[in-house]
């Protein structure tokens, strides 16, 4: 009952939030720095069949698409997100699907399908149970398959709750059960969400016996300070992103 009320609210909040969040990404920390970090880690997609779990307004979906990728499927659990989707340009080997982490496997453009890479970015932590997500995207994956995530840092959150309770970094590190904390992009949203630790990402994704092949925290970059220095600030208080790309054997 307590994961389906937590679902509930993510997607009350991301309606909330889906148009402001698609503006804010214009001159935005995603674009700047955590995308081209994120494509860096996908390698070579051309020819592959891509699964974009969380895929949010679909630009990135769209980006593998249009450059290279056999065919891709991009879901997220978002109706406000979903309209942003209509935008795109009409790509024969483009699709999106409403849907969740607990019923991703059972969607028709999903199931009973393989896909040579999966990337989730940014979407992880809502999942209701992190190690049974993991464990449901590495059975999409086709052998030889590589899945790549991109989560908020957890030093951001201890950071964040620091400010907010007053608990001291290693306390609020530690505390990693569903915590609810004002959306940087719209403050009077509140998102809540597991607050993972490291160990508990590489661990997941460890259980399912896939092969940790690389680790990312990309930093600020001096571009991303002329161009948008109060984001640049926010960066350095708040850390960034941990990105992880892992390799089903064949």
Not at 29 to 48: H, R, S, T, V, Y
Not at 201 to 222: K, M, S
């Amino acid at each position: 009952m307590q994961d389906e009320l937590l679902e509930s609210h993510a997607a009350e909040a991301w309606e909330a939030l889906a148009q402001v969040y698609a503006a804010s990404r214009q001159v935005s920390a995603d674009q700047l720095i955590e995308w081209p970090a994120q494509l860096k880690m996908c390698g070579a997609f051309q020819g592959k069949r891509v699964l974009d779990v969380g895929c949010g307004t679909g630009d990135k979906a769209r980006f593998f698409a249009e450059h290279g990728a056999a065919e891709v499927v991009g879901v997220d659990p978002s109706q406000g997100f979903s309209q942003n989707w209509k935008g795109h340009p009409d790509c024969s080997n483009l699709c999106f699907a409403l849907g969740s982490f607990e019923n991703l496997a059972t969607l028709p453009a999903v199931a009973s399908r393989n896909f040579d890479l999966i990337v989730c970015f940014q979407a992880l932590m809502y999942a209701a149970s992190l190690a049974e997500a993991v464990q449901m995207l590495r059975s999409l994956l086709a052998p030889g398959g590589e899945l790549v995530i991109s989560v908020p840092h957890p030093f951001r959150f201890a950071i964040l709750r620091n400010e907010i309770e007053g608990w001291g970094h290693g306390r609020a590190y530690q505390q990693t059960a569903p915590y609810r904390y004002p959306s940087p992009w719209k403050e009077d949203v509140l998102l809540e969400h597991a607050m993972p630790r490291i160990s508990d990402y590489i661990n997941a994704i460890a259980a399912t016996g896939l092969r940790i092949e690389a680790v990312d925290e990309p930093a600020v970059t001096e571009q991303f300070r002329l161009i948008a220095p109060e984001k640049a600030v926010w960066m350095d208080r708040y850390v960034g992103i941990l990105i992880l790309r892992a390799h089903l054997d064949e």
